[in-house]
């Protein structure tokens, strides 16, 4: 169950967008409750949800969108339902979910049945700039491990013209637990030479004293961001005590199928059941997974209950931290996982409660401020990364946007 402690997360799975037309969507959405064993009354509730948005979004808005996806739990699967659009949007959200409100007569079951048929419904609104809407779908009863808001949540979107997408991003839990060290590639062969197998203080840089030890490391790294006033690289970071999130965002080179496989390789690599515990050792998995592909783009965080956060990035992700009074970008290096990766190295920062870890792909243009998500702060994760991506996102490249919230 939910609670002190527990850190609510579900996997997604993006499975189609639909920019036009009631048809497809209503049959898309039938067909996913039942292949995820929905069940017959809710799969008939499903659809029926997504045929009022859709006819709502025929009818009120511009350049209006729907997107499917499967949600996964521990045992149980869902469908989540986000549609965007840039406007007219609503004055009055709450007056909206009222029942018998509509201004040019859609099917008549309205925002308020919505609301009471899905498992949560989530709006943003502003007039002139336009709505996202998330409604959530599970099996009834709702398993209790899924009722809560996940702390991560993100959104991805193919090129025009293509099915697939060559971004992908992914979370999954440290349960905070012990385990053997993960081995490096450069450690991999004992019989290897200095100059064909660098060691990890080649990768990272560092080369600690002496006299040094590994527990005085661990006292230094675990010190929260706010206290050392750090803003250089973490040396030999070491996960804090307890649980933690681990967060990818990876952009698979070029696009289409082959980018596409590249990011799904990321993605299989970093939710691998292993003992990478810090961003840089999640990194080294995913840089071998990604060896033989296109290779990518990739920034790896990790956030603890306490506010530390732990970047490392390869490549052009943009990455920052977001408040309501500012942003401050997260810096990563130059390279490509699975093909040139000569550096890591790991940055400390913290978190406030009420600020989120934004990452998104080029797909997306960086010249948004704190400014544009400070109303959006206290929604979902994916309702913040959708509206981001309806206010930057381009279509002539594959886009995507991850949000995480400090785990509570």
């Known amino acids: 169950m939910t609670g002190p402690g527990v850190i609510q997360l579900v996997d997604c799975e993006d499975v189609a967008w639909f920019r036009d037309g009631s048809e497809g969507a209503r049959g898309a959405a039938a067909a996913l409750g039942r292949r995820i064993g929905l069940g017959e009354q809710r799969t008939a509730e499903l659809v029926l949800a997504v045929t009022e948005l859709v006819t709502n979004l025929t009818k009120h808005a511009v350049d209006g969108s729907l997107l499917l996806r499967v949600l996964r739990g521990d045992s149980t699967a869902g ?14 959200v709450p007056a909206a979910l009222r029942d018998g409100m509509s201004t040019l007569g859609t099917l008549g079951i309205g925002l308020g049945a919505i609301h009471r048929l899905a498992d949560s419904l989530h709006i ?11 409604a959530r779908f599970w099996p009834r009863p709702v398993p209790p491990r899924v009722a809560g808001e996940p702390s991560v949540g993100g959104v991805t979107r193919p090129i025009s013209g293509e099915e697939v997408c060559g971004d992908a991003w992914a979370a999954r839990t440290d349960t ?17 030479s200095a100059s064909t197998a660098p060691n990890w203080a080649d990768l990272t840089g560092f080369r600690p004293p002496a006299a040094r030890t590994q527990t005085a490391l661990r006292q230094k790294s675990s010190l929260p961001a706010e206290a050392t006033g750090r803003c250089a690289p973490v040396r030999a970071s070491v996960a804090g005590p307890g649980p933690g999130v681990l967060v990818m965002s990876c952009d698979g080179l070029g696009h289409g199928p082959m980018a596409a496989a590249a990011a799904q390789a990321a ?29 990518a783009a ?32 997260l810096l990563s290096h130059p390279g ?27 797909g997306l243009s960086d010249r948004w401020s704190h400014t544009d998500l400070a109303g959006l702060l206290h929604h979902p994760p ?18 995507s946007a991850v949000i995480a919230k400090t785990p509570r």
Request: one cysteine or more; glycine letters at 8%; hydrophobic letters at 40%.
């Open 124 to 134: 943003h609104s502003r007039p002139g700039l336009g709505t996202v809407q998330l």
């Open 176 to 192: 905070g637990v012990a385990a053997a060290p993960v081995p490096t590639e450069r450690a991999a062969d004992p019989n290897a």
């Open 267 to 295: 993605v299989r690599a970093f939710r691998a059941e292993t003992a990478a515990r810090t961003p840089e050792q999640v990194m080294e998995q995913v840089h071998r997974a990604l060896r033989g592909t296109r290779g």
């Open 336 to 362: 490509i996982t699975g093909h040139q990766m000569r550096q890591l190295r790991t940055y400390e920062h913290h978190l406030p409660a009420d600020a989120a870890l934004v990452m998104h792909s080029d």
């Open 79 to 92: 469908v989540e339902v986000v549609t965007v659009d840039a406007g007219p949007g609503m004055a009055d």
């Open 298 to 329: 990739v920034a790896i965080a990790r956030l603890e209950p306490d506010g530390r956060l732990l970047f490392c990035g390869v490549g052009n992700i943009t990455a920052a931290l977001v408040t309501r009074a500012s942003r401050t970008t």
């Open 382 to 399: 994916a309702v913040i990364a959708t509206a981001l991506m309806r206010q930057s996102g381009t279509r002539r490249d594959d886009a």
